[in-house]
């Protein structure tokens, strides 16, 4: 009971400081913004094999992809904060398990990525996508299970490195890869085939696979069915929460 | 007699560095138990083993009768911890932060708010409690931390170096709260520091640590009283000579050099301060203060370890504090 009372505050300690930070939920509107509208725009009629569909309704998942991604990973920096300025040293002294202090920490940082993830969805009317709340609440638990294992990433790295600047560096190593390789911006049959593989063991290319299945409907052919997605996407996740849980653990 | 700390060969080395050695100490229940040393001599590292954040090299230590490397769990549950480094949320309010704290240790949500006024009535917040930690001051900060560090209730609460980076001022209003605390709560209070004036006035026995290694154990009295007599502070340019001559005499019981100060320990200093006057200026070395006092804990540290414990260089300190860094994830 009192390891669900830690993961709890944990939790809400992570949401409490990210609904203060008005200024980044505001510019969070900002980036998917240029995204859809600017490069949406400019790069409308390169593509070939997004089908009926317009380059902007093709992007628009995968920009909430993006979303889901970029502040996933950058949710790892809490972590090192946490540890400059010596809070962390507050939590581990706790009598909660390390495994309660990862999961408080990694729940409060995907509550903090998917609402980013919900505020670009919204933008769907920007871009002429028909969403509603019915592809709302089916597109919800897919951003959550894409979310868990990308913030692990991140907490994971976190764990192993001091300093920001090299936070930072890693990061950018792990964030564009995962991205220009999940489908996000363009068909997969684009690439080259030996880059495909790369593709295909990219989970988020599942995971922006699987938001295209429930927003754009039929008119995307989908690389695989749904439930193929969704299970790639949760042995994903339980990957990444043991290797996180374990990279957590560590105590000299 | 039972203790409520008690170590066994505790050791700790980070690499080829000891920085704790075989300590063994045992702390009595519901005292004020003082580490004194020099930066770099293992306070933190000791305090930090028995808090559970580091593992011991080899040895072990009980806290509250729990095991701290078998049973961290427990042993966490009975201790409160002030960090020398700030370590509250400053995104947070000073309530936020102790009802965060309160749930981590499982205190019942009734009891709770019960708690946290009296915390913040002992020392003295409960007017800025809803306010942001980023607008306090490092003062009222570290008394928020000692607030936080009582809520559950703790057996023993650990201080490692509670006044560091305080103005003078501040510095006797935590005094104040640690003494208010020690009396109104029934609990253990482990303080770390390298002021004297500290150690003197809010401990009851005091262990000299130096190197890693106790050089003295006893109440701050003792202590001093061990230094029989006298102590005269001599300042000259030429203190190995004079140091030298003295030596030859047998007016001085012990002559510590620290840079250009001489201490000298003497029974009865008004007899003894006019002959090293003498003798000085007799052999030409030129003296440019004399001083009489009685022993302060400043000249035992002198006194066990042959350095004074401010000219101790901050290198090692840095080095040590950068491991500790790393230690902690």
Sequence with gaps: ?252 | MSYIIETWDLTKKFGTLTAVDKLNIRVEKGEVFGLLGPNGAGKTTTISMLCTILKPTSGTATVNSFDIVKQPAQVRRSIGIVFQDPSVDDRLTGRENLVMHANLYGVSANEQKKRIEAVLKLVELEDRADNLLRTYSSGMRRRLEIARGLIHYPKVLFLDEPTLGLDPQTREHVWTYIRALSKQEDITIILTTHYMEEADKLCDRIAIIDYGKIVALDTPHSLKEKLEGEIITVKTKDAERLSKKLTETRLVDKINIAGDELKLNVKSGHMVLPRVVEMAASSGIYIESVSLHEPDLGDVFLHYTGRAIRTEGGEEYHGLTAIRRRQIR
């Design chain 1, 1 to 252: 009971m009192s390891e669900v009372r830690g993961i709890y505050t944990l939790w809400l300690r992570e949401v409490k400081r990210y609904l203060r930070e008005r200024t980044r939920i505001v510019s969070s509107f900002v980036q998917p913004l240029l995204w859809l509208v600017i490069f949406g725009t400019g790069m409308r009629f390169q593509f070939s094999g997004t089908g009926s569909l317009k380059y902007q309704e093709f992007i628009f998942p995968g920009i909430i992809g993006q979303t889901l991604l970029f502040t996933s990973m950058f949710m790892g920096i809490s972590v090192i904060w946490d540890r400059e300025f010596g809070f962390l040293k507050e939590i581990l002294v706790a009598p909660v398990s390390r495994i309660s202090i990862f999961l408080g920490k990694m729940l409060g940082a995907s509550t903090d990525a998917v609402i980013q993830g919900i505020i670009v969805f919204s933008l769907g009317f920007v871009v002429g996508v028909p969403v509603n709340a019915l592809i709302f609440i089916k597109s919800l638990p897919l951003m959550l299970l894409i979310t868990f294992g990308l913030v692990c990433i991140g907490l994971t790295i976190a764990s192993f490195i001091s300093s920001l600047e090299s936070f930072g560096v890693i990061q950018s190593f792990v964030n564009l890869p995962l991205f220009f390789l999940s489908g996000a911006l363009f068909p997969l049959s684009n690439i080259p085939a030996w880059l495909q593989w790369f593709s295909y063991v990219n989970p988020l290319t599942y995971g922006v696979d699987g938001l295209r299945t429930i927003i754009l409907g039929s008119s995307w052919t989908s690389l695989s069915p749904l439930h193929y997605d969704i299970l790639v996407v949760c042995v994903f996740d339980v990957a990444m929460i043991l290797v996180g849980t374990l990279a957590f653990s560590r105590r000299r």
